[in-house]
């Protein structure tokens, strides 16, 4: 069981366009540290540049009514190509992950100086689907991922990669030689009506 740190406050809501003066739950120190680099998605009342739970009164957008952020990554390489993947390994809980990983956007050949900009317009490999936690699941981590793209490669998802759930995403990693992520953020959350 990970512990919980006070001290590690990074259900900072700073992170978000309002101010809320408590935070009810925590990041565990696991949680707190897989977020690496500048990467930031933004949602359309929500910007998330380091790791946090989202807050309750956001949820419900989230998971209903937000379609894709935009993800930038000021430090990308102008005349670099990028992959980004947004996966819940949670799926279809964190207790009993059955379905992880779950694919919930797969982009490629994203050019870095748009991606510097927040424009994500690659080639689309899984369309977006919105984090939608399933009720009494309990929090969910949503996480993104940025690769450099060597050059040259031409990236494709397999016929045995056809469903979201299940996905291997270090597979898919090692396959095109992708190396390490540049760049990793995560959120959490969890059924609006839990």
């Not at 101010?19 to 930031?40: N, P, R, V, Y």
């Not at 807050?55 to 990308?76: F, M, T």
């Not at 494709?156 to 540049?182: C, H, I, K, Y």
Request: charged content about 25%; proline content about 8%; overall charge negative.
């Amino acid at each position: 069981m990970h512990l919980f740190y006070t001290s590690l406050v990074l259900c900072v809501l700073s992170a978000c366009h309002m101010t809320i003066s408590t935070c009810d739950e925590l990041l565990t120190l696991e949680d707190a540290e897989f977020c690496k680099g500048e990467l930031k998605v933004i949602y359309p009342d929500l910007v998330v540049d380091k790791c946090v739970i989202v807050p309750q009164s956001i949820r419900e957008k989230i998971s209903k009514e937000w379609g894709p952020p935009r993800v930038q990554l000021p430090s990308a390489d102008e005349k670099k190509k990028y992959t980004l993947l947004m996966v819940d390994p949670d799926a279809p809980s964190r207790q009993k992950p059955s379905r992880a990983y779950w694919r919930h956007w797969l982009l490629v050949d994203i050019k870095g100086e748009a991606l510097q900009r927040g424009d994500v317009s690659g080639v689309e490999l899984s369309a977006y689907t919105r984090p939608t936690p399933p009720q009494g699941t309990g929090l969910h981590r949503y996480q993104f991922l940025v690769f450099e793209q060597p050059e040259g490669q031409s990236l494709s998802l397999s016929p045995q990669e056809s469903s979201l759930g299940n996905w291997d995403p270090q597979t898919f990693v090692e396959r095109f030689g992708l190396a390490r992520p540049v760049a990793s953020l995560q959120f959490l959350t969890q059924n609006h009506k839990d």
